[in-house]
């Protein structure tokens, strides 16, 4: 039996005991864990501030990632292993190098010479796509230190889009070069061709073939992959025949860059028409519901690849041809006088101008049903509504010279004729316009329709005035030149009668414009509808016991000094009023007919009459009284009664004055003025009496 006292076993054992539990827990943290019991010994520090372009880089960043947070959990683990996984995939991706052909020597003949040509759309094509990916990645952040693992994942991630913006960036840098080498090889071989007896004989034969004319004017209109085959077909003709005559005049030494021209022209819109067909029939397709429409998207794509097959021949061709004409452009220098070339950049600089502006104005700017509106169009509806409007104000113009010329005429009925022909006009040429850029006018009556319902509902009261302008117009209630008082209280001439408003012009020399349905809606009093004469009544008062007729005459003089009386005799000859017997005076008025020139002015006109008044009551003595109050006395200066009152009342003043009003009328001038004016006036508008039989 073992003593488990000894101290030597039970160290023994205790050592036992010790060494399993370390087995224990090592074996629950593998499970845990299986990498921090893997993960090696190796050192905690790694320079973030370097690329990671190598395998040895990118394991010592591993190694140095894993260990430092070995400790989290499995999931972020897994994470920060998958970050490190794209890293490593960018890592292996070599860095794309352009195809490394090598140049033919010179002279070099036109077929290998349009290898090269080709070379160099493929390799413009790849960096135009380089440029583009490396705009739209965005610039990677600066790498420091992570110190956590959600640091350490934005390390991991912006050194991998590092690597790729390196990576790209280095690849647009050698195929630029590349491209450099190319170009300067195809400007020194365009001066050194030395084309082959099979060459000249192929292009000998393909341009004594006829080359019929290039409809392309109708080729952005096809939607059909079939009508796109035909026409690319029918392109690819035109240009093999365009080419191989072209290719003829550069290897016979005969270059003759006006009769490229057209060719280039031709070429360059037939590729654009057929550009914007095919966009229209790849959107078609793409629109094709595949659950509903299925026989028809098969059978399109069917035909597509023939077709994209022909497009990838026409760019291929096309930019032979056009290296071609720069190559006739080159050799066209080289044998040319000097004098003859500045001629030529004088004519292609006009043509280059020409075809700007061509372009500029048949540019499609958008699309109205099936019309295309272009600036070319824009001008031409501007173009139109001007010449309607000149149109308008010469018409308008000769109207006002005819009235001028003719007195007899009324001038108010040539105003609304002309301002009739300005609407009629410019309603006319708006149609004309309209149907110049090819909108179908049936269309825009309907439009116009449904338009009008909308104004009539937000636009009404505009629709109101213009209404009420025409009635005006027509009705000719109101005329240039009429003096109106309007309900609102706005008083003046009218000066013009617009679309919308009606301008009055004050005496103030201030325009009001009022709308035109206020004139046809509302209260209007014309002073000069029916004639230019008006009556005004000026109200006055003198004392009482003033005689009547000496204040008819000095009223009476009063009016014939101003000149804005009509007439001293007949039925319009200026009267004279006793109209009421207010508190302290009696209430006169002078009635008088104004000139024609006076009408249109009467604060002015009152205003003078008032003041000649003054003038003649002050000759004659006649009191202009101020309200009064009646007092009673009795005693006054030692007087009494009568005595006191007539001292008090000034009546011995006026007996006087009685007396020298004797002496300022004749017996004659008081049987005249003593007639009752007012009573005259009203029996002149009474008819008389028929007599009895």
């Known amino acids: 039996m073992i003593n488990l006292n000894n101290p030597p076993v039970f160290l023994w054992r205790r050592s036992l005991v010790a060494l399993a539990l370390m087995v224990l827990s090592s074996a629950a943290l593998w499970a845990q864990n299986p990498a921090a019991v893997e993960q090696p010994q190796v050192s905690e520090s790694f320079d973030f501030s370097q690329s990671v372009d190598t395998a040895e880089q990118l394991a010592a960043l591993r190694e140095h990632l894993l260990y430092r947070f070995a400790d989290a959990a499995p999931a972020e683990l897994e994470q920060l292993r998958a970050e490190l996984g794209e890293l490593a995939a960018e890592v292996a991706v070599d860095a794309h190098l352009p195809d490394q052909q090598e140049l033919p020597g010179l002279p070099v003949s036109v077929a290998r010479a349009l290898q090269v040509v080709e070379q160099r759309r493929k390799l413009t094509a790849e960096i135009e796509i380089l440029r583009q ?66 060459e000249v004989a192929s292009w000998t034969a393909t341009a004594d073939q006829p080359r019929l004319p290039l409809d392309f004017g109708n080729w952005s209109a096809l939607t059909a992959v079939a009508q796109l085959s035909s026409a690319a077909a029918s392109l690819n003709t035109w240009l093999a025949r365009a080419q191989a005559e072209l290719a003829l005049r550069v290897a016979g030494d005969r270059p003759a860059p006006e009769q490229t021209a057209p060719d280039a022209k031709t070429l360059s819109a037939a590729i654009a028409a057929l550009e914007q067909a095919y966009t229209r029939a790849d959107r078609r397709l793409n629109l094709i519901d595949d659950d509903h429409d ?68 048949n540019y499609a700017l958008f699309e109205v049903g099936e019309a295309t509106i ?88 505009v629709v109101n005035n213009f209404i009420s302008g025409l009635i005006l117009l027509f009705e000719r209630s109101l005329k240039m030149g009429d003096f109106v ?111 024609a020139d006076a009408v249109k002015r009467p604060g002015a006109v009152q205003a003078a009459y ?24 009795r005693t006054l200066f030692g007087l009494k009664d009568e005595s006191a009152r007539e001292l008090w009342s000034g009546r011995s003043r006026r007996r006087v004055q009685a007396e020298s009003s ?24 009474t008819p008389p009496e028929k007599p009895e039989n």
């Open 374 to 461: 272009t600036p070319a169009s824009a001008l031409r509806v501007m173009a139109i509504l001007f010449a309607a409007w000149f149109a308008s104000r010469w018409i308008r113009r000769g109207l006002e010279r005819y009235g001028q010329s003719r007195p007899d005429m009324s001038r108010p009925a040539l105003y609304a004729a002309g301002r009739v022909v300005h609407y009629t006009l410019i309603a006319l040429g708006f149609g004309i316009s309209l149907a110049a850029i090819g909108l179908d006018l049936t269309k825009i009556a309907i439009f116009a329709s449904a338009l009008g319902v909308g104004i009539g509902f937000g636009l009404q009261t």
């Open 133 to 198: 990916t490396v705009r739209s990645l965005p610039e990677a952040p600066e790498v420091s230190a992570p110190e956590t693992l959600a640091g350490a994942l934005l390390a991991v991630d912006a050194l991998t889009r590092q690597h790729e913006l390196a990576r790209l960036r280095g690849n647009l840098n050698t195929a630029e070069a590349e491209l450099a080498k190319l170009d300067g090889f195809l400007q020194e071989a365009a001066l050194a061709l030395n084309p082959s007896v099979e």
């Open 610 to 633: 008032y003041w000649a008044l003054e003038d003649a009551l002050e000759k004659y003595g006649i009191e202009i009284p101020f309200p009064q109050r009646d007092l009673h006395v």
């Open 294 to 361: 299925r026989r028809t998207r098969q059978a399109i794509e069917k035909e597509l690849p023939a077709l994209r097959k022909q497009l990838r021949r026409i760019d291929q061709d096309a930019a032979a041809f056009n290296w071609l004409v720069n190559a006739e452009k080159q050799r066209w220098e080289a044998v040319t006088p000097f004098w003859q070339r500045r001629l030529s950049n004088l004519h292609q600089l006009w043509e280059s101008v020409r075809e700007g502006v061509s372009y500029t104005l």
């Open 485 to 595: 008082e309007l309900e609102s209280g706005v008083t003046g001439e009218i000066t013009d009668i617009s679309i919308r408003a009606t301008r009055v012009t004050t005496n103030d020399n201030i325009d009001i414009l009022v709308p035109n349905s206020e004139f046809v809606n509302g209260r209007v009093t014309s002073w000069t509808l029916r004639e230019i004469s008006r009556r005004i009544r000026i109200g006055f008062g003198v004392a009482y016991g003033v005689d009547k007729e000496l204040v008819k005459k000095a009223a009476l003089e009063a009016a014939d000094s101003v000149p804005f009386s009509f007439a001293s005799e007949g039925p319009r000859r200026s009267q004279v009023w006793l109209v009421g017997f207010g508190d302290n005076s009696l209430d006169f008025e002078l009635v008088v007919w104004l000139t």
């Open 662 to 685: 004797e002496e300022m009328l004749s017996e004659r001038e008081r049987e005249v003025l003593s007639a009752n004016d007012a009573l005259d006036d009203a029996l002149a508008e």
